[in-house]
């Protein structure tokens, strides 16, 4: 492995070739501009996109924290991710690159994209599709997903995707809240060499769902499928009819109409719709992805995500599309059918930029490093890493074998509920193995007390968000009062944004996220809360309470484990254990499904009957446990 010859003391200096050409060369004159100066900063770069009508004001901030950005303009985020592309070179630019885990490959230019995502915008309008309305959308990773993503857009309806993961309880209960009359799925997908039966689990969760009314299934493994009559159409069958032109107008929208609701877990209950914008988040996802992945015409941009959450609608699809970069899109599991496979698609493809999770990597790094050495990996520029913090050794990993000690690594901190990327370097940032560095443009963050005090630098505290920013979720889908309560109401004084996390900032003004405080825990960078996996867990008839921990797992980040009281007379087994992860699996996604099942007589509570989760977590742990004084016995 060559050393870094730019490591000084624990500081990795980015190569000088990319620094000459970075498109930011000052940050902290820009960063200064950008908080001294917020609404002119981010009035410069909404101007870079295309708005059918100029806004009148940036922010608006008159029922807090109800934030309102780019009020009265006019704007569509697919004119902006396809159309104004039409008018220029990047028309024949390739778009999209899609491999299929069994080797299939589609690419798609701006042109073709726009005519699928048209034709597609067509069928939807034809059946009777309107603006606002909500589609629920549960599919593989198939161009067809972020083509049905698009189409919703273009015409103003909401989109609503499932991971393609959930099972069908989670499914349903998606559809319900989001009240979908429609849905787009598949008949499977690829992982791992077997398929996967998506239609059959929308089929039941259709069964569940009285306000479904039309399917679209895409054709992708040709297995046998059920279709209904009346409900059920094939998507080439409509892609084919001749109410699917390929002309269609784009809808224009409100800045701060709603462009889509994405489910995701919390502290407590089921899991929230955030609510991300037509204005606001299409300048921040494409300005955080032109800065912090230093964007050039000629990248070939590879976010290694599941569309079917933030990362992939934030950074897979729209940020990107809207810089006219070329996006990669794989449909399978990385090391299939060996541990090479994305290592020769990025050199197949001369892939520039890769950004992915500190699972996938550790995941990769297991097979040892020669699988990637077989490959020539030379077109890498930048990597990048998101969705829980990534630990020194991975870090080393991703930078001296995949992007041979010269590819600085993006470590980018985001949520949900931000949208984009808050905290990360940018490519003339020297970076520190394991910590995000400092915020980005228009975003001021705070490590806290519990009273609002900023912490010393080294010690552990709170991590707020200071002032508004456009990318910012708007509300909880049908719950605004939700919204103020969980972000809003801890520093309601002070006006910031809990984030949820703990963090330390270093004498430097280096960010270290250390993880999240509340009850959400990260397994393999996907976001679940304890809470609904212990309802899962109730829901089955053998079980009368449950707990859900987080304990360290090597690879996952976390692993899940849980603690039983079984109903009376009921008495806990090996099988028993084994029905009740898989019932889990079954209730909301094998990613929720346990590492452990302990039967207990009691479970650790407060005297107001709230689990005190962290008793459990000391104990598995073997650690002190703690202030016991309010445990009820
Ligand atoms: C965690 C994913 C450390 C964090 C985009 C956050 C991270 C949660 C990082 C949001 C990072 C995300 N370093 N932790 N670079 N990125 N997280 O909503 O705990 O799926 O609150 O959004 O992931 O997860 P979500």
């Known amino acids: 492995m060559k050393a870094n010859k730019e490591v000084t003391g624990n500081l990795y200096h980015p190569p000088k070739s990319i620094v000459r050409k970075a498109n930011v060369k000052d940050y902290d004159s820009m960063y200064k501009r950008s908080v001294e100066d917020r609404e002119g900063f981010w009035a410069d770069e909404a101007k870079k996109l295309k708005w059918y009508k100029k806004w009148t004001q940036v922010l608006d901030d008159s029922n807090k924290p109800f934030y309102k950005w780019f009020t009265g303009g006019k704007i569509n985020i697919v004119a902006n991710a396809i159309d104004r592309h039409l008018e220029t070179h990047r028309r024949n630019k390739v778009a999209m690159i899609w ?42 990773q198939i161009p067809e997903l972020p083509i049905a993503m ?189 541990p090479n496979r994305w290592w020769s698609m990025i050199e197949k493809y001369g892939i520039t930029i890769l950004y992915t999770s500190p699972t996938a990597i550790r995941g990769l790094m297991r097979f040892g490093e020669q699988w990637p050495k077989r490959h020539d990996l030379s077109s890498l520029r930048l990597l990048g890493s998101v969705g829980e913090p990534i630990n020194p050794e991975a870090w080393r990993w991703y930078h001296e074998v995949i992007g041979n000690s010269e590819c600085p690594i993006m470590d980018t901190w985001w949520q949900t509920e931000t949208g984009g990327m808050m905290i990360a370097p940018l490519p003339i940032t020297p970076l520190k193995p394991g910590s995000a560095t400092k915020p980005l443009f228009g975003v001021e963050v705070g490590i806290v007390d519990e009273d609002g005090k900023e912490v010393k630098p080294g010690e552990e505290g709170k991590l707020v968000i200071k002032a508004p920013w456009p990318g910012m979720a708007r509300t909880v889908f049908g719950d605004p009062d939700r919204y103020v309560e969980t972000y809003w109401k801890e520093y309601e004084k002070q006006g910031w944004y809990k984030a949820g996390d703990s963090a330390r900032i270093d004498e430097d003004g280096y960010i270290w996220i250390i993880g999240r405080i509340d009850d959400v825990i990260k397994v393999s960078g996907y976001r679940l809360g304890t809470a609904e996996v212990e309802s899962a867990l109730v829901s089955h008839p053998d079980v009368s309470e449950a707990a859900a921990i987080a304990l360290p797992h090597e690879v996952k980040g976390n692993a899940i484990h849980t603690y039983v009281i079984l109903k009376a007379g009921v008495t806990g087994d090996k099988k028993l254990e084994e029905d009740l992860r898989k019932h889990v699996s079954e209730e909301m996604g094998p990613i929720a499904r346990p590492d452990s099942v302990t039967f207990a007589e009691s479970l650790p509570k407060t005297r107001s009957g709230k689990i005190m989760r962290r008793v459990l977590k000391a104990r598995a742990l073997g650690m002190d446990e703690g202030d016991l004084s309010t445990l009820e016995d």
């Not at 409100?254 to 988040?281: C, M, N, Q, R, W």
């Open 99 to 140: 491999e299929g885990e069994p080797g299939d490959v589609k690419v798609m230019s701006y042109h073709a994209l726009n005519r699928e995502v048209s034709k597609f915008a067509n069928v939807l309008k034809s059946m009777g599709v309107k603006k606002g309305e909500i589609v629920t959308i549960y599919m593989p």
């Open 150 to 338: 698009l189409a919703c857009a273009k015409i103003g309806a909401m989109h609503s995707v499932v991971y393609g993961g959930f099972s069908v309880e989670a499914l349903a209960g998606r559809i319900a809240d989001a009240n979908s009359r429609v849905l787009i799925t598949a008949d499977g997908g690829w992982r791992r060499g077997k398929i996967t039966d998506l239609k059959s689990i929308a089929n039941e969760a259709m069964d569940r769902s009285p306000t479904i009314e039309v399917c679209i299934t895409v054709k992708r493994t040709g297995q046998e499928v059920h279709m209904e009559n009346d409900r059920d159409f094939w998507y080439h069958d409509l892609q084919s009819l001749p109410i699917a032109s390929s002309k269609c107008k784009t809808e224009v929208m409100d800045a701060e109409d709603p462009l889509f609701i994405l489910f995701t877990s919390g502290t407590t209950g089921k899991p929230k719709g955030l609510v991300h914008t037509h204005g606001g988040y299409s300048v921040y996802t494409s300005t955080t992805h032109r800065y912090v992945f230093d964007i050039k015409d000629e990248d070939r941009w590879w976010c290694a995500a599941d569309p079917g959450w933030i990362t992939g609608h934030s950074y897979l699809v729209y940020g990107p599309l809207i810089n006219g970069s070329t996006i990669i899109l794989y449909e399978g599991a990385p090391n299939h059918p060996y």
